[in-house]
């Protein structure tokens, strides 16, 4: 499975935009790019996934490189609920395995 | 919302104990799963079903023993297990398919503690 890398961890402030990057070099044309987040407590949930083209939803935006080597997941307007570890997974069409890392656990300042 | 809910929420047994612990999902789904979460490691994927067939097992001791009934419910069955076991359990739900690039749906786990 190609590998994704995150930073350990990230901090913003209320209200303000946060971008969480991945790396992914290794990535192949078949890899989706799929982010999940994990509140305390809580199983994983999905936020957000997509191939080669930018793509936006509620709770998200994710922006991928013209090469797809990386990838942002862009939070427009942070709030305290949004404090999570956010993961950043590879998944060809069709496959079941999740594979997860230990992710970015973001912090949001009030 | 939670579509995939699991019980017990937390469970404390000793090691020559037998306990079950459930997932029912309510999402209509085709694929159910186990997940493994141990403090300070990245979650790992146990058993996967299809269609109540299982398609996948990660290499899972013998002392966990899944058992998917129907589409809708998935129990792993603990006996004999180890302190290392503790962790949490959480269970997903999916609508799989070759073509499908639907997502897990988690519920919130079983928090296990082994004596």
């Known amino acids: 499975d190609a590998k994704t890398t995150q930073p350990n961890s990230m901090e913003s402030n209320e209200e303000e935009p946060v971008h969480l990057p991945c790396n992914h070099s290794t990535i192949s044309g078949t890899d989706y790019i799929h982010w999940y987040r994990q509140l305390p407590s809580q199983g994983p949930e999905y936020v957000i996934h997509g191939l080669t083209s930018n793509v936006n939803n509620r709770m998200a935006s994710l922006a991928i490189a013209e090469d797809r080597k990386s990838s942002t997941l862009i939070l427009h307007r942070a709030t305290l609920r949004d404090a999570a570890v956010y993961y950043c997974?590879?998944?060809?069409?069709?496959?079941?395995?999740?594979?997860f890392g230990q992710g970015t656990r973001l912090t949001i300042n009030p | 919302e939670t579509g995939v809910t699991q019980t017990p929420r937390h469970l404390v047994m000793g090691m020559t104990n037998k306990k079950s612990l459930k997932c029912e999902q309510h999402l209509g789904h085709n694929a159910m799963y186990w997940y493994k979460q141990s403090a300070k490691k990245p979650l790992e994927l146990m058993f996967v079903?299809?269609?109540?067939?299982?398609?996948e097992n990660n290499s899972v001791p013998s002392r966990f023993s899944p058992e998917c009934p129907n589409s809708s419910h998935l129990f792993l069955h603990l006996h004999t297990l180890q302190p290392e076991d503790s962790a949490l359990y959480l269970c997903a739900s999916s609508q799989a398919g070759k073509h499908s690039n639907q997502p897990q749906h988690f519920g919130d786990g079983t928090r296990l503690s082994i004596l």
């Open positions: 997974i590879l998944l060809i069409q069709g496959a079941q395995k999740l594979v």
């Open positions: 079903y299809n269609f109540k067939e299982q398609t």
